[in-house]
């Protein structure tokens, strides 16, 4: 579609008072092993944190052999939205890497995901797996929600029977962004095309998040692909705060919230009318989450967190419960973001359009 850098790979590192987690995020970097002649980058971002964490990092990757430039920036702005924002305009080249700076990269990952990015054009992002590591023995129930906290290799649900999915393109899921490999024309794309987020990303304590789900959709209505490799390892470290019930119930929430303000981009990707009735379809999509919600709330699942068994289908229906009543508080807001997407996929379509266009002129006075 479009690409305005060389041929590389820009770490981006968003972090939020991470001072104690950064030195070995960039250890780990430290230890990538490229070919000479693969150009990279470490992009830095403090988001509003209170803490010394680009001073130390700078400390940190002097001590280093600096295998690669690392250059920081502030985002005063809370939000990881804000933040990455950032790092994508400051990022020179062509691709992109999104690492938490909990996240330590298995030595071969830049490689392996630049010579994936160059051998599949049609590939916008690029994700593997993930082990976990911890400050604490993670308690006995961290299995059964290690998903939540992206962790393992990720999973396909298909008529209600999880299965990990396979290496190549990926049709039903979502990447998870820990790691993830971002062609950059696609930020290139989205600025030209006047995008405008529907979430803000974490900000501190605040866990709702869905970032890297919505970049998924947004690939996807761009034409690219979504492609999963195991060859792409990396280990997410996590403090004993995050294994904690308390933390994990919290990030159950914030996951079900996050995905109910992206419901306009489920929306988008079907075939609709060229002029849909967005309140129409806005009902539509409601009426479907509450009758999913009455449902589930009557199911053995549900009924079994009152005989102590796993909470994964109380909290995500409570949450649901509550949309219901805050629906018609906030309908407007709700149809303004079916608007936003809505109108970004036309323009969307009518760039491409132009861009075909202008590929068949070219086509024509070469012949």
Same mark, same amino acid.
């Given at each position: 579609?479009?690409?305005?850098?060389?041929?590389?790979?820009?770490?981006?590192?968003?972090?939020?008072?991470?001072?104690?987690?950064?030195?070995?995020?960039?250890? !780990?970097?430290?230890?990538?092993?490229?070919?000479?002649?693969?150009?990279?980058?470490?992009?830095?971002?403090?988001?509003?944190?209170?803490?010394?964490?680009?001073?130390?990092?700078?400390?940190?990757?002097?001590?280093?052999?600096?295998?690669?430039?690392?250059?920081?920036?502030?985002?005063?702005? @809370?939000?990881?939205?804000?933040?990455?924002?950032?790092?994508?305009?400051?990022?020179?080249?062509?691709?992109?890497?999104?690492?938490?700076?909990?996240?330590?990269?298995?030595?071969?990952?830049?490689?392996?995901?630049?010579?994936?990015?160059?051998? !599949?054009?049609?590939?916008?992002?690029?994700?593997?797996?993930?082990?976990?590591?911890?400050?604490?023995?993670? @308690?006995?129930?961290?299995?059964?929600?290690? !998903?939540?906290?992206?962790?393992?290799?990720?999973?396909?649900?298909?008529?209600?029977?999880?299965?990990?999915?396979?290496?190549?393109?990926?049709?039903?899921?979502?990447?998870?962004?820990?790691?993830?490999?971002?062609?950059?024309?696609?930020?290139?794309?989205?600025?030209?095309?006047?995008?405008?987020?529907?979430?803000?990303?974490?900000?501190?304590?605040?866990?709702?998040?869905g970032e890297d789900h919505e970049l998924c959709y947004v690939a996807r209505l761009l034409g690219y692909t979504l492609w999963y490799s195991s060859s792409?390892?990396?280990?997410?470290?996590?403090?004993?705060?995050?294994?904690?019930? $308390?933390?994990?119930?919290?990030?159950?929430?914030?996951?079900?919230?996050?995905?109910?303000?992206?419901?306009?981009?489920?929306?988008?990707?079907?075939?609709? @009318?060229?002029? @849909?009735?967005?309140?129409?379809?806005?009902?539509?999509?409601?009426?479907?989450?509450?009758?999913?919600?009455?449902?589930?709330?009557?199911? $053995?699942?549900?009924?079994?967190?009152?005989?102590?068994?796993?909470?994964?289908?109380?909290?995500?229906?409570?949450? !649901?419960?509550?949309?219901?009543?805050?629906?018609?508080?906030?309908?407007?807001?709700?149809?303004?973001?079916?608007?936003?997407?809505?109108?970004?996929?036309?323009?969307?379509?009518?760039?491409?359009?132009?861009?075909?266009?202008?590929?068949?002129?070219?086509?024509?006075?070469?012949?």
């Amino acid at each position: 579609m479009m690409n305005t850098r060389s041929a590389g790979v820009s770490v981006l590192i968003c972090t939020y008072n991470g001072a104690g987690r950064i030195t070995e995020t960039l250890a !780990h970097l430290a230890r990538q092993k490229v070919v000479p002649a693969l150009r990279w980058e470490i992009i830095l971002v403090d988001n509003a944190s209170t803490d010394q964490v680009l001073e130390t990092a700078t400390s940190f990757w002097r001590t280093t052999a600096e295998p690669a430039p690392l250059r920081t920036y502030a985002q005063p702005r @809370p939000g990881k939205t804000y933040a990455l924002e950032l790092a994508y305009e400051k990022a020179s080249y062509s691709y992109m890497c999104i690492v938490d700076d909990d996240n330590w990269l298995a030595p071969d990952y830049v490689q392996n995901g630049f010579d994936l990015l160059q051998s !599949h054009p049609e590939v916008g992002l690029l994700g593997g797996r993930t082990t976990g590591a911890f400050e604490v023995e993670p @308690p006995a129930w961290f299995k059964q929600y290690q !998903h939540y906290y992206a962790v393992g290799a990720p999973i396909l649900y298909e008529d209600g029977v999880p299965r990990p999915i396979s290496d190549g393109p990926v049709v039903n899921f979502e990447l998870w962004g820990a790691g993830l490999f971002v062609r950059r024309a696609i930020w290139e794309a989205m600025t030209v095309l006047g995008f405008e987020s529907l979430l803000s990303g974490r900000k501190g304590k605040d866990l709702v998040a869905g970032e890297d789900h919505e970049l998924c959709y947004v690939a996807r209505l761009l034409g690219y692909t979504l492609w999963y490799s195991s060859s792409l390892s990396l280990v997410h470290y996590m403090t004993k705060g995050r294994l904690t019930a $308390a933390y994990r119930d919290q990030l159950l929430r914030a996951g079900a919230i996050g995905s109910l303000q992206l419901l306009p981009y489920k929306y988008a990707m079907l075939n609709k @009318p060229a002029e @849909p009735n967005i309140t129409l379809d806005v009902l539509k999509d409601f009426s479907y989450i509450e009758w999913f919600t009455i449902k589930n709330i009557f199911s $053995a699942d549900y009924l079994g967190f009152l005989l102590g068994k796993e909470k994964t289908s109380f909290i995500t229906n409570n949450v !649901h419960v509550k949309y219901f009543f805050k629906f018609f508080f906030n309908i407007k807001s709700i149809k303004q973001n079916y608007q936003k997407v809505v109108a970004f996929k036309r323009r969307v379509a009518a760039f491409q359009a132009s861009q075909k266009l202008v590929a068949d002129r070219e086509k024509v006075s070469n012949t």
